[in-house]
């Protein structure tokens, strides 16, 4: 990303539309008249780009990312993609459109359908979560997202790209740059060690040996493998493996990572371990990241937002709590009644992830100034590794500020926190005697989200029939 200010652009473009009046007022040059048009277009339309908000890099390729009515950039967007396989799959998609079923159409015409008139957008820094039974095209839709599998119709948008009409080198690069996949079946190199084996992706990339390593080394420690870079596959457990391929996938620094199914194979108390440390990761690095599963409660736990597939089409998209609280229609209903909701109704469920934290190397006057401008009372402060340090409270801060103190005499550190697995009627308790937002922390006490008040609502709402809420 090229990071020149949009102010500085505006002013040049300023400079450039006084140069272009001097010139088509002059009567010295005709030919100026015939490319008036152009250019005051050309200047109007670089105008737009930078009231909303886009890079030079944006403006010069033409190609904008689109941003929804609350300004977040949808990195993903798709919009009625089909994707039938078999013969001539084009001729099944008009019986598609008459309402013929999935096995219908493999019986007359032959085709199998995969994915059938899905759209969607997926936000910056959203955990989107593909879920459905066994066959319903999850593994499909997420391969058309950067062409491993070709979509039969529809339209793809990455941060703006129309990535269908891209030749094989400019898919080759985009793939590269902005994807990074994650599967079950972990796909790790045995005759290379964990290190080069993240370091792969970047040694295709033509990154040279040191800073490969170096990148590695980072991944490596994000995933908290730091020590076993020498260790050889063979001699790793399963969900070891696992934070391999995923530091593996976190080394290209992709925008958006692709997993698919990729702690299906795991113990499940390894698994637990590794959703708690995506959702940390994700806290860091706030990836876009689709994530297929056919198991719901992982999808509960993980998805910001999760939308339910069934035969090649998407049913219904919505947060867990949207899904719980009003399923689309009976497969929804079916789908989710016989989720444990004591078990459901957890921190991890309703937690966000915290608007705005501050680091405890900085100062109550950058403090006040995060409160202010986000329109908050009190802050959470972490500190390199986002462990919590403490709350400070805007009041506090304003003191601060006038007395010159500095931000760790005025921390609190005495806040009471929970766990992702902590149930909320637990949270809700706490709540009540704080009257704060409660952080969730995990055992290493790094902040993964927090509980609002108003999330506290919601879950009283949907557990009033649920003992203890
Ligand atoms: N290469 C292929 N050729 C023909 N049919 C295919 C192919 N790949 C997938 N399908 C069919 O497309 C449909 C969707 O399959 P897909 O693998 O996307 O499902 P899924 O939701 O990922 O299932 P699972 O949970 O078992 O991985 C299925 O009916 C499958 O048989
Ligand atoms: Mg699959």
């Known amino acids: 990303m090229i990071s020149i200010h949009s102010g500085v652009i505006k002013r040049s473009i300023e400079t450039i539309d006084k140069a272009v009046n001097k010139a088509l007022n002059s009567t010295l040059n005709p030919v ?11 200047i109007e339309k670089i105008n737009q780009s930078i009231s909303r908000g886009a890079s030079l890099e944006e403006i010069i390729s033409g190609v904008e990312c689109p941003v929804d009515d609350e300004g977040n950039r949808i990195i993903i967007r798709v919009r009625h993609l089909s994707k039938i396989f078999g013969k001539s799959p084009e001729k099944a998609l008009p019986l598609l459109e008459k ?7 493999l019986k007359t015409a032959g085709n199998t359908v995969g994915v059938y008139d899905v759209s969607f957008d997926v936000k910056e820094g959203e955990i989107f979560v593909l879920m459905g039974l066994s066959g319903s095209g999850k ?6 997202l950067n062409r491993l599998i070709e979509p039969t119709s529809g339209e793809i948008l990455i941060e703006g790209l129309d990535i269908l009409n891209l030749d094989p080198d400019e898919l080759r690069t985009v793939r590269r740059k902005k994807f990074s996949m994650v599967f079950q079946e972990f796909g790790l190199l045995p005759h290379r060690d964990v290190k080069s084996n993240v370091a792969y992706g970047l040694e295709i990339q033509g990154v ?3 800073e490969r390593l170096q990148r590695a080394k980072e991944a490596i420690q994000i995933v908290g493998l730091s020590g076993y870079e020498d260790m050889m596959p063979d001699n790793l457990s399963g969900g070891m493996k696992q934070r391999v391929g995923l530091a593996r996938a ?3 620094d992709p925008d958006i990572l692709l997993m698919d199914e990729a702690f299906s194979a795991l113990d ?5 371990d590794m959703q708690d440390e995506l959702l940390k990761i994700q806290n860091a690095l706030s990836k876009t990241i689709v994530f297929v599963s056919h198991d719901l409660d992982e999808a509960l736990k993980l998805g910001d937002r999760i939308a339910l597939m069934k035969d090649g089409k998407i049913i219904q998209i919505g947060t867990a709590e949207e899904i719980l609280q009003s399923p689309a229609d009976e497969y929804v209903s079916r789908f989710v009644e016989d989720v444990d909701r004591t078990k459901i109704l957890t921190a991890g469920i309703f937690m966000r992830r915290p608007r705005e934290v501050i680091h405890i190397t900085q100062g109550p006057r950058t403090a006040l100034r995060v409160m202010e401008e986000a329109d908050m009372t009190s802050i959470f402060v972490v500190d390199r590794q986002r462990r919590l340090m403490g709350m400070v409270e805007a009041d506090d801060a304003v003191r601060a500020v006038k007395t010159e103190k500095p931000l760790q005499s005025i921390i609190n550190t005495e806040i009471p926190t929970v766990g992702v697995d902590t149930p909320m009627s637990q949270v809700i308790q706490t709540m009540v005697t704080t009257n704060y937002p409660i952080p969730v922390v995990d055992d290493n006490k790094v902040l993964l989200g927090v509980v609002s008040p108003s999330a506290a609502a919601k879950a009283i709402d949907m557990g009033s029939d649920v003992n203890g809420l």
């Open 139 to 144: 593994s499909t839709l997420e391969r058309c």
């Open 99 to 105: 309402g013929m079923a999935k096995d219908e159409i």
């Open 268 to 272: 499940p108390l390894i698994r637990k």
């Open 250 to 252: 976190l080394a290209t």
């Open 208 to 210: 040279p040996e040191k």
């Open 32 to 42: 100026t008249s015939f490319i008036k048009r152009p250019i005051k277009q050309g």
